[in-house]
Nanobody, 126 residues
Framework: QWQLVESGGGLVQPGGSLRLSCAASGFTLDYYAIAWFRQAPGKEREGVSCVSASGNFIDHTGSVKGRFTISRDNAKSTVYLQMNNLKPEDTGVYYC???????????????????WGQGTQVTVSS
């Protein structure tokens, strides 16, 4: 059974940093793109960052470019989201997700993803 488990969320002050982790099990992560999404209170879920299976293609939504870094460690079946210079508008529940089909690149389109984690809360507040 495909499973994703996020961790690393918490409360941080503006300008601070957090590193989220997404641990995959039940399938071989090496073959699949993976993405991070977030949902702020009262807003729709949005794509944040994604990385292709090879690691050669990465995409970020505009508001996090230059602040967030996505990386993957296939040996550990884990994907990371390093978030620096956090802002209050980064607050939300962060989810990782994978498609169950192989794709050459990755996308921030929610409909392309089939398996989701339970989410981890990130709160940026002073």
């Amino acid at each position: 059974q495909w499973q994703l488990v996020e961790s690393g969320g918490g409360l941080v002050q503006p300008g601070g940093s957090l590193r989220l982790s997404c641990a995959a099990s039940g399938f071989t992560l090496d073959y699949y793109a993976i993405a991070w999404f977030r949902q702020a209170p009262g807003k729709e879920r949005e794509g944040v960052s994604c990385v292709s299976a090879s690691g050669n293609f990465i995409d970020h939504t505009g508001s996090v470019k230059g602040r967030f870094t996505i990386s993957r460690d296939n040996a550990k079946s884990t994907v990371y989201l390093q978030m620096n210079n956090l802002k209050p508008e980064d607050t939300g529940v962060y989810y990782c997700a994978v498609p169950q089909v192989r794709m050459a690149m990755c996308t921030l389109t929610e409909l392309q993803y089939d398996v989701w984690g339970q989410g981890t809360q990130v709160t940026v507040s002073s």
